[in-house]
């Protein structure tokens, strides 16, 4: 049973639009949510978190918002730049973040120029 | 998907012992592997990247000798705690790709290391 869920494989979009990648979860348990950025033949790196006592949080041209009615989390890259392509990972945890991260599949985005 | 099969998923060792962690990787052929160590409310931190039927390459501030790993074959590497300290109890995360330039990477279940 997949606890993390990311659907869309992969996601295609224009250099300076949105990019929006979404992750789904069934464990009302996890309360805490982070991203990871992960380029070919480099391990996942770590991109922004969030906790579910906040809806949404902001680092420079990375949004993530918390849905936890929906059990749904998005992460937004506006302007979407080439570099950004690479394989983005969801993972939850229980417990603020103490327990182990369960992560997606991934999705793949590429921003083409 | 590819599934990677990380065991035990918990371990409890005393101080001083060594305790072994193996990554699997079931339906693929994993030619490099990353282990990660997490920490509470952080995020992973990279241990080393290790291919298989070479050394490992450790990230800065890792202990070569404490944290032994070895990828003898391509669907199969083993991180070895060596002398566990209780300030090393921590999930340990394996991640494990197949070769070529765009492959995934897929990640275990986790290790909960705990040492008394």
């Known amino acids: 049973d997949q606890q993390v869920k990311q659907n869309s494989p992969s996601l295609s979009v224009q250099e300076g639009r949105i990019s929006i990648l979404n992750c789904d979860y069934t464990n009302s348990m996890f309360d805490y949510f982070l991203w990871y950025k992960k380029y070919p033949a480099e391990g996942p790196t770590f991109l922004i978190s969030i906790s579910s006592i906040k809806d949404k949080n902001e680092d420079g041209r990375f949004t993530v918002f918390l849905n936890k009615s929906a059990k749904h989390l998005s992460l937004h890259i506006v302007p979407s730049q080439p570099g950004d392509s690479a394989v983005y990972f969801c993972?939850?945890?229980?417990?603020?973040?103490?327990?182990?991260?369960?992560f997606g599949k991934g999705t793949k985005l590429t921003v083409n120029p | 998907g590819a599934v990677v099969s990380q065991h035990p998923s918990r371990v409890i060792c005393k101080s001083g012992t060594s305790v072994k962690i193996e990554c699997r990787s079931l339906d693929f052929q994993a030619t490099t592997m990353f282990w990660y160590r997490q920490f509470p409310k952080k995020s992973l931190m990279l241990m080393a990247t290790s291919n298989e039927g070479s050394k490992a390459t450790y990230e800065q501030g890792v202990e070569k000798d404490k944290f032994l790993i070895n990828h003898a074959s391509l669907t199969l590497s083993t991180l070895t705690v060596t002398s566990a300290h209780p300030e090393d109890s921590s999930f340990y995360i394996c991640?494990?790709?197949?070769?070529?330039?765009?492959?995934?990477?897929?990640f275990g279940q986790g290790t909960r290391l705990t040492v008394v």
């Open positions: 993972a939850a945890s229980v417990q603020g973040g103490s327990e182990k991260l369960v």
């Open positions: 991640s494990a790709q197949g070769p070529g330039q765009n492959t995934e990477a897929f």
